[in-house]
């Protein structure tokens, strides 16, 4: 049984650092693409981060500059780095895997889900 476990959010101030990490466990994750998705209240799952085909990465424009997703193959582990928090990052961040290596940023393309950690930045 694959489980997909979320942890590292928290309530932080804007500008504040955190980093979220997701353990994998049931299947090795180490060639599928990995990624980080968020929902706010009443909006839809939007995506984050990706880490795919090895180590490229690819991010949303709101977080660029700001989120760095790394892995750590050997743990079955990818991890999310946000600096520089705003008021607007405040979601639900869910890590997601897909058996796929390819990139993908529509949440229907993944095949794993985590149950979600909550991240709140005040302002």
């Known amino acids: 049984q694959v489980q997909l476990v979320e942890s590292g959010g928290g309530l932080v101030q804007a500008g504040d650092s955190l980093r979220l990490s997701c353990s994998a466990s049931g299947r090795t994750f180490s060639r599928s693409a990995m990624g980080w998705f968020r929902q706010a209240p009443g909006k839809a799952r939007e995506f984050v981060a990706i880490s795919w085909s090895g180590a490229r990465t690819f991010y949303a424009s709101p977080v660029q500059g700001r989120f760095t997703i790394s892995r750590d193959n050997a743990k079955n582990t990818v991890y999310l780095q946000m600096n520089s928090l705003k008021a607007e990052d405040t979601a639900v961040y869910y890590c997601?895997?897909?058996?796929?290596?390819?990139?993908?940023?529509?949440?229907?393309?993944?095949?794993?889900w985590g149950q979600g950690t909550q991240v709140t930045v005040s302002s």
């Open positions: 997601a895997a897909r058996h796929s290596s390819a990139l993908a940023t529509m949440p229907s393309a993944y095949d794993y």
